[in-house]
């Protein structure tokens, strides 16, 4: 299955939660797939949703916080596809190389 097709299927309502920034607490609404998103991130990083969501609102440039996650979900995850990519191709073209 495609992942356009999950997204799809997935249940795509805002949830909104409570976190803590800077000893503050504040609500976040963003879709489920973005929450899961970024407590994969912060795993990854070896962080608590809250830190990240505190670098985040940090580096910040516009107002809305719930829209800010949102593309930096999306910018993590389109630099691992790039990644991914670039190593596909590499690995690719090595494999053509060697066979010539």
Known sequence: MCVVQLLLEENLDL???SIVIGGHK?????EEPFWRGLRDIAAAKGMRVSDLAAVIDHNRQQDNLSSHIRLF???YYQAQATTLNAGE????STTT???K
Do not use: P
């Open 26 to 30: 504040t609500s976040i609404s963003i």
């Open 15 to 17: 949830m909104k939660r």
């Open 89 to 92: 191709q590499i690995a690719s």
């Open 97 to 99: 190389a060697t066979a």
């Open 73 to 75: 979900v999306l910018e």
